[in-house]
Each structure stands twice: as structure tokens, then as C-alpha cells.
T-cell receptor, first 118, second 110 residues
């Protein structure tokens, strides 16, 4: 299957700083990317959906000014956690999909990023 | 809205045991159904899928059948291995978004 690369896999940052997570589709054009957050032993919570070249659509309760999403190209989306605090510590996972004009295309997931804010 | 309910874990089995992880869903229209697997510290990998009623998805010995009448997509495997230890997520996709169940942690003991 297609490959989605997420970087970094782990990051530790100080409270108040910003962290950027990258998500790249390596062998296909990702018209849509999704960002999820996963708390320990819980399911994935969709944070936002981004389509290339347009603003991300955030799910209810997700602060768009805190979690900045950029999808400037068909192979790269970034999530920036601004002014991070310990409660932002979590596992963040991206997913990418190329619609190719049909709804049956598969979404591929990155490896995830473990963010720890100290 | 759409939702997925999974059998709660954790589930612990011995090697070569039969596995069933229940999954039921609520959705409008005709969603596609998926099972994803997550190994420790990693993202999700698609295990199998079914896009319409009565379809059977299968991969690596795992199977699940899309049952519209019971709104279910139970995951089964006839003989599990230690390497199957992971967290399994049932999911559905309506228009664009994937909706996940809460996940079931599976541990297989040798």
C-alpha cells in the first residue's frame, strides 16, 4: 500500500513552546489529510480535515488557533501545536487519502508522533 | 450521527485460540466498514475492509463480514498467534470521515 511518513516520531518540548509535526505522502498525492489525537488506551479523535490549498475544517471543540494545520501541497501537511502545555501531551496521528474522484479510496496512516510537554 | 461500538477489552487468549471481536455500528446510508490494527507505538494499519452488505473482508487469516441486517462487522480469526497482539479498531466511513470504535487490546500468550 501507499506510504505516509510522519515526523518526528517522538518529541519532548517545554511548556509554552510550539511544536511542528509533518505528515508526508511518499508515493501518492494526498488531496485530503486528517489529523487525529489519541489518548492513552482510547480511540482516535478526529481533530481536523484539510484539503490541499484550502483551510482546514476543525471538529467541534478543537481550538484552531492552538492546533494550526497547513496543507500547502499535495504531499505535505503540518500540524503545529502552539504554546504547548502538559495537557497537550498525546499521540498525534495523521492520515492521507487521494480521492481520485471516488469515495472508495483508502486512507493511509502515518506512524504517529508522541508529544510530551514538560 | 455515525458511531461504532466495539467489544471492550482487554482480551487475552492463548496461542491457537479462536478470536472474535464484536463490532456494531450506527450509520445513515451505506457506509464502508474497516478493521485497523495498531501495534505498540505505531500508527494504524488497515487490516481488512468491506464496502457493501454481505461483503467479506479478509487478510492474514482475519475475516469480517458486513452484516447490514444486524449492523455488525465482527472480526474473527481461527487460530491466533503471539504476533497478533495489538489494538484493533473497527471503523466506518460515510461521506469522508472515518469514525472509530474505542479499540480492543488483544494479548496472545504463548
Amino acid at each position: 500500500g501507499a506510504v505516509v511518513s510522519q515526523h518526528p516520531s517522538r518529541v519532548i518540548c517545554k511548556s509554552g513552546t510550539s511544536v511542528k509535526i509533518e505528515c508526508r505522502s511518499l508515493d501518492f498525492q494526498a488531496t485530503t489529510m486528517f489529523w487525529y489525537r489519541q489518548f492513552p488506551k482510547q480511540s482516535l479523535m478526529l481533530m481536523a480535515t484539510s484539503n490541499e490549498g484550502s483551510k482546514a475544517t476543525y471538529e467541534q471543540g478543537v481550538e484552531k488557533d492552538k492546533f494550526l494545520i497547513n496543507h500547502a501541497s499535495l504531499t505535505l501537511s503540518t500540524l503545529t501545536v502552539t504554546s504547548a502545555h502538559p495537557e497537550d501531551s498525546s499521540f498525534y496521528i495523521c492520515s492521507a487519502r487521494d480521492f481520485k474522484g471516488t469515495m472508495n479510496t483508502e486512507a493511509f496512516f502515518g506512524q504517529g508522533t508522541r508529544l510530551t510537554v514538560v | 450521527g455515525n458511531s461504532v461500538t466495539q467489544m471492550e477489552g482487554p482480551v487475552t487468549l492463548s496461542e491457537e485460540a479462536f478470536l472474535t471481536i464484536n463490532c456494531t455500528y450506527t450509520a445513515t446510508g451505506y457506509p464502508s466498514l474497516f478493521w485497523y490494527v495498531q501495534y505498540p507505538g505505531e500508527g494504524l494499519q488497515l487490516l481488512l475492509k468491506a464496502t457493501k452488505a454481505d461483503d467479506k473482508g479478509s487478510n492474514k487469516g482475519f475475516e469480517a463480514t458486513y452484516r447490514k441486517e444486524t449492523t455488525s462487522f465482527h472480526l474473527e480469526k481461527g487460530s491466533v498467534q503471539v504476533s497478533d497482539s495489538a489494538v484493533y479498531f473497527c471503523a466506518l466511513r460515510g461521506a469522508q470521515k472515518l469514525v472509530f470504535g474505542q479499540g480492543t487490546r488483544l494479548t496472545i500468550n504463548p
